[in-house]
């Protein structure tokens, strides 16, 4: 009898324990940004005279991923598309950079940089 219990006890152990780490399974984890992996954001020249085209990299990790330029001034142009674009403004001034990164699953990742531009 006692050993019938014994036994009882460890096989419920081991599937409790086995329930536990299946659950555990980092896939399994709710994730805001998916698969994605915003690495880095890098402008060639950070500082530069105005109408200077300057190159605008992002380095992201990510599978069918959708880039997205922003400028915090309305006569920011940028050129290009995809993960790396020219950027250029008419007039002096510290300018942030936005770059939105999307997945076809809709998650999202952002980074921010900034550009001074001399008269």
Not at 24 to 42: H, M, Q, R, Y
Not at 82 to 97: A, D, L, N, P
Request: aromatic share 10%; proline share 2%.
């Amino acid at each position: 009898m006692k050993k019938n219990i014994f036994h009882g006890i460890v096989f419920t152990l081991f599937v409790l324990t086995a329930l536990f780490a299946a659950g555990c399974d980092k896939k399994d984890l709710p994730a805001e940004t998916g698969n994605i992996e915003f690495v880095s954001l890098t402008v060639e020249q950070d500082t530069l005279p105005i109408m200077e085209l300057t190159k605008v990299v992002a380095d992201v990790i990510g599978e069918n991923l959708t880039y997205t330029w922003k400028c915090d001034n309305e006569l920011g142009i940028f050129e290009g598309s995809g993960s790396e674009v020219m950027f250029t403004i008419c007039h002096g001034g510290k300018f942030k950079i936005t770059c939105e990164v999307k997945d076809n699953a809709n998650h999202q990742v952002s980074r921010d940089v900034y550009v001074n531009y001399v008269e």
